[in-house]
Structures are given as C-alpha cells and as structure tokens.
C-alpha cells in the first residue's frame, strides 16, 4: 500500500464534515481513492462532492438576498 | 442616533497561521522560506488595497515577525500616509525565528504564556514597535487576552485604547470543529464591543472603578442564531469562514451580505448603534487555495465583501473607522456598562427561528424563541470572577467564562433520564398534565422603557385533554440590576373558569463545556414568608423542600461566587429546591402559582456576586 498524500484538492472528510469536525482526507495514488485517517470514510472525489451537495441542503436560505428590510419585515410576521 | 460603525483588520503575518498546508508532509521547520514571507506580503498588499479601492480605511495590526521586515514596515507607513490608516499591533503572528531565537518556545497564542514571559513579549513587542514606528501603538489585541494581562498592559502602556479581546463563542464547539487541536477555549463574551471588568475581560465593567481601560472588541461580527448549535467558525464578517462552512455556490455567498444587513438592523435594539468587525488572516487568501476553495473564489469573495461596505459606505450607511477612532467615539458616545441587545432572525436555515441576546455588567444572556422563549445560556458576570489563563494558572487553556445555564452543553429540556438539564423555562399544569413550554415554538418582539428593555414572546397555545389556552410570556431586563421579571400571563382558554398552575423554574449547573463540574457546597435554600430558611448543602443526594406561601428561592454556587434567586412579585406562591444526583447534575429551584384567567405570575430572576 502506498504513502497517503494531499490530493490535487485539499478535500476534507464528507463524514467528518457531518459531525463537525474539520479533518483533510489523503489521497491513494494507487487506488485513486481519498481516504480519512480519522473515521473509516473512504471513496472518489465524485461521492466527496455528492456529500457535500447533501451537506449544505441544511441551509436552505443559503443563496437567498434578506436585506435590512425583508430582515425588518421578519419583526412584523 | 444613526450609527453603523465599521473596523477593517488587515495583519501583515510573516507565517501564517493556515498558509503552510504542506505543514502536513513534514517539510516546514524551515517556517521562515521566502516564498512564504513574500506570498504573505502579497495577501497582506492585495487586502489593503481591496480596503482602499472601495473607500475604506483600515487598521493595520504589525504582528511580531513583521516588526523585523523592512518592507511591511515601509508599507505600513506609507498606508498610514496616503490613506490615513492606523498602524497597531497584535500579539497574533508572533512565531517567527526572531521570536524562536529569543523566547525558545513555539507557543503560538499569546494569552496561553506563562504571566512572566507574557509581560516581557508584551514589553519586548510594544519597545520593537515603538523604535521601529517612533511612537507606542494605541490598539493591539489576539485571539483573547486575560484582565490580568490587560492590566499589566495599562499600566505600563496606558496609551492603548483598545484591543481585539476575545473571539466571539469560540470555544467547545470550535474546539470540536477543529479536530480538537484549535485552543481558542473562550466562549462568553459579549458579541459587540464592550468596556470589560478589572476582574475579568468577557465580563462587562460596572463602573468607573472596575473600568480596565481598553474598549473591548470581539474578534468578528458572527451570527447570533447560528453559532447557538455550531462551530462559530463559519458563520462570521470572513468570507472565507462562510466558505469553510460550505454556505455557498461557486462564488456566490449572498449570505455574507446577509450578516452585515443584520447587523444594521441590530442598530433597532441598540439605540441606533451597531457595529462590525471585519478580519481576515492573510492564510485565508494564500494562492494554493484554502481547503477544497481555490484562490479565485476566496479572493473574489473578500473582494465582493469589502464592496458591500464600500457601497455601504457610499450610500452614507456605514461609516469605516480606525481601531482607536472607534475606541475613543465608543467612550463618548456609549454607556460603560450596556446593555448589548441582539434579536437575531434566521437567515441561513429557513426557519422563523429566533434568538434574543442580552448583556450588562451584570450577565450575558441567551433567550432561544423556538423553546418558548426559555433561557439557554446564562454567564453570571455580576460574579467578576478572577479567572487568569494561560501556562501555570489553574484554568490554562480554558479561558471561557462560566456558565451557570448551558442547554446545549448540559442537555436542556432534553434528557435521557427524568427532569431536565440545564434551563430557565416554565411548565403549565392542569390536572395531571404537565407542558414545558420550551416545547412551543415561538417568535419575540422587540421593546424598551424606562431603564429596562424588553422582550415580548408571542403567546404560545398549550393543548391539554380537555382544555386549550394561550399563555403570554415578557421578560423586562432591569438594566445592571441582574433582575430579569418574568411575567406569564394566562390569556385565552377553552373553558374560562379553567385554573392552571404555572412553575416557574430554573435547572442550573456551572461550567466551561459539556462536562459536569463538581456542584458540592452549593447551598440551595427556600425562604418563606415568616422568614423561616430551610437551606441544604449540595450533597448529590436527591433531596428536595417545598413550602407554600415563600419570599423566595435561592441557591449559592461558589465554584463561580454566583448567587442566583427566583423571587415572586405575586401573592401567595409556593417554591420549592431540589437538589438533584450525579446522574442528574443540577440544581433546581421553582416558584409555583395557581392562576385562573388573565391572572399572572411575575417572578424576577435575580444574579448576584456572593461573597
Ligand atoms: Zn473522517
């Protein structure tokens, strides 16, 4: 098995990200594979992304504009 | 007034903090490459210009390593010159070989030295500082700076006005966040500047004696609601914490705009002030990109966010200060003890969601409106407790100042075993039915009067078998007094002859994280009408008092020297202790009352120093 290193993108674990916790994948030459050296996550860039596109679904407002007025309509709803 | 009030930081930082990922591969004893002091001077000029291309002036923070760079000072002053920007200092950025050479330590953050070798790097920088510029700063700051540090600073160097003194709730949860290796353990400060205590810096001074002398400012504007359940981290005045937190798509991140919008709209329950501070580390903007975000996108976004204020700016709705002018405008123009008052709405979830925030010299506190309006975070700043950090102190890297209510470190109105955690909330019976009302969701409104603000919790309806009613919740914060009223009132019901009986309690415990500290001694007591006291002594023993007709219920915790009561302003209310059991660390107290329709229950929390 061959040394892990940082990837081409410096990627953090998608199941640590869950639990919030901020911890850099390794990336495996040989396997093509991104790996966690914390949890037992492993897999290609494209399920990293996948799980990121889930991760940020909690934020439902997130490309949403409130200006200081919508904000101030809140205080009327 | 009309007041929003920007500070933009830049720091030129030799090292930084994050730039180094090849940190990782082992390649990096040799901290000081050239590439690295050169592409940090380059982030350092690109900010600055930012700043200045959008009609901004800043604040430039010279960092140790950069004391000893000939370029970045010449930099430095001919910002100064040109813009008019301020030229400070800050105990960030200190390692560097100079600093290695002469300290023989690789600590990196300032308020965890041992109190000897803090004095001197704070001697030996400010010396360095004035020889090189020809004159002492008048700002400096760090991630947090204890009030024994501060003291030793203003007696030495009384002309510092001002320093960033803490980083806003950054604390278990940024700990966790950061893979457990990120020390900046200081959760309780306030969220917006403030004139901090002799005794203790996160707590606010009571008065012109216990004034410490410097205006105290949190390290980033972050966002009320969010940082409530996560690491605050990624919700802040920092572009690139919002990237961190992944709360954007490609380079669009309208949720940063969103912030500072509701920081003008905090200028509503502030008297017409509000205030942001805007601060990013160089190692957020370095070239080989910030985790999965390449340069392209930080940069674009620090470039899109200093336009908003730019533009902000243009419109005449913000006005850019230096550090020490927003100190000395601070001084003249806001009251020494608060209050600080935040109403905070969802923006980032969409939810109604709501936070209220409340500081004084007296405590902070944390009302959450989607638990029915309950208190979920109480730190008792009328205690001033004397909590030094940092190498050879008791507290070492724990710099948080206590809580004596944490619902989400210490479970709240959800536990797995009878009775709650930690939380000031109220329960409606009728019957053998029993509601907490943290269990209904609710929204606040906004109020003030004569030397008190107020909170108004839209009424909540509770459903039991055979009867609903409304029941309208108001807090009135009695500023530093430590008096909080609370005024449950029955309003509607399904059956208007219909009785309930209102228990206003409050579940407490002390601490810095999630952990249960030792509550042994505490002293709980019920105090009734004919003065009678029956008190105990916190034993973990399960034991509990009632009476029927008190003057009021108190306990004493002296791990945090914090006396805290629930005393009826209505006739005729019964109270009660109950002491609790390891597997059930709190200690409650309650006030209960029988009330009929629209009859009420005032109560008043009250926070003390206790001797
Ligand atoms: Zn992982």
Redesign the pocket.
């Given at each position: 098995m061959s040394q892990g290193r940082a990837g081409k993108i410096n990627y953090r674990?998608p199941?640590?990200l869950f639990r919030d916790?901020d911890?850099d994948l390794l990336y495996d030459k040989e396997e093509n594979q991104y790996y966690?050296r914390?949890?037992?996550?492993e897999g290609m860039e494209e399920e990293i992304l996948f799980q990121y596109a889930a991760y940020k679904r909690k934020y439902k407002d997130m490309l949403k504009r409130y200006t200081v007025e919508d904000i101030l309509a809140k205080d009327e709803e | 007034m009309d007041k929003f009030i920007l500070n933009v930081i830049h720091r030129p930082e030799l090292v930084p903090e994050y730039i180094d990922t090849s940190a990782q591969e082992g390649q990096t004893e040799e901290v000081s490459k050239k590439e690295v002091v050169s592409e940090s001077l380059d982030i350092f000029r690109l900010q600055q210009n930012i700043a200045h291309q959008n009609g901004l002036r800043t604040t430039i923070q010279m960092t140790y390593s950069s004391l000893f760079n000939d370029e970045c000072i010449e930099m430095a002053k001919q910002y100064h010159q040109e813009f008019g920007d301020e030229i400070g200092h800050t105990f960030l950025g200190l390692n560097c070989k100079e600093f290695r050479d002469k300290y023989h330590s690789k600590e990196l953050a300032m308020w965890l030295f041992p109190m000897d070798l803090k004095q001197k790097i704070v001697v030996d920088s400010f010396e360095l500082f004035k020889d090189v510029f020809g004159f002492y700063p008048t700002s400096t700051g760090s991630y947090f700076l204890d009030a024994e540090l501060i003291n030793f600073i203003k007696e030495k160097y009384p002309m510092i006005k001002t320093a960033i003194a803490t980083c806003f709730e950054e604390g278990p949860k940024i700990f966790r966040h950061t893979n457990s290796s990120w020390y900046t353990l200081m959760d309780g400060s306030p969220w917006t500047a403030w004139i901090p205590s002799k005794k203790n810096t996160h707590a606010i001074a009571e008065n012109e004696d216990d004034d410490i002398g410097i205006v105290a400012l949190p390290h980033l504007s972050r966002d009320l609601l969010a940082i409530m359940d996560n690491a605050g981290d990624m919700f802040g005045t920092h572009p690139q914490n919002i990237i961190r937190g992944l709360i954007y798509e490609d380079d669009r991140l309208p949720y940063m705009y969103n912030l500072v919008d509701q920081y003008q709209v905090m200028k509503k329950f502030n008297k017409g002030f509000s205030y942001n501070l805007a601060y990013v580390g160089p190692g957020w903007m370095g070239k080989g990109g910030r985790w999965e975000a390449p340069y392209r996108i930080l940069k674009k976004s620090y470039e899109d966010f200093i336009a908003y204020y730019g533009h902000l700016k243009s419109e005449g709705k913000i006005q850019d200060m230096t550090m020490t002018e927003f100190a000395d405008w601070f001084r003249g123009n806001q009251p020494r003890s608060g209050p600080l008052v935040g109403l905070w709405k969802d923006l980032l979830y969409g939810t109604k969601n709501q936070a209220f925030w409340y500081a004084d010299s007296k405590f902070r506190v944390q009302i959450d409106l989607k638990q029915g309006g309950a208190i979920t975070d109480l730190r008792p700043y009328a205690s001033k407790l004397t909590r030094p950090c940092g190498a050879g102190t008791k507290a070492n890297q724990d710099a948080s100042y206590p809580y004596i209510v944490h619902s989400r470190y210490r479970a709240g109105a959800f536990t797995h075993y009878a009775g709650e955690g930690a939380i000031k909330s109220c329960k409606v019976r009728h019957g053998a039915e029993e509601v907490d009302v943290s269990a209904c969701r609710t929204t606040g409104a906004y109020d003030e009067g004569e030397g008190c603000r107020i909170l108004n919790i839209r009424p909540v309806e509770i459903e039991f078998a055979n009867l609903t009613i409304k029941l309208a919740t108001t807090y009135t914060f009695k500023e530093n007094t430590g008096e909080i009223l609370i005024s449950r009132k029955f309003i509607e019901s399904s059956d208007p002859n219909a009785k309930i009986e209102i228990d206003e309690f409050l579940a407490s415990c002390w601490g810095t994280t999630e952990y249960p500290e030792d509550l042994t001694g505490c002293v709980l007591s019920v105090i009734e009408k004919d003065g009678s006291r029956n008190e105990l002594s916190y034993e973990y023993r399960c034991r509990e008092y009632a009476a029927d007709n008190i003057q009021s219920v108190e306990a004493v915790i002296p791990h945090v020297q914090t006396k805290v009561s629930l005393i009826p302003q209505s006739p005729k209310c019964g109270g009660y202790y109950e002491e609790g059991y390891s597997f059930a660390p709190n200690l409650k107290l309650g006030v209960v009352k029988t009330i009929g329709l629209n009859e009420e229950l005032v109560t008043c929390l009250k926070v003390e120093q206790a001797k």
């Open positions: 674990c199941n640590c916790i911890f966690c914390r949890c037992n996550w | -």
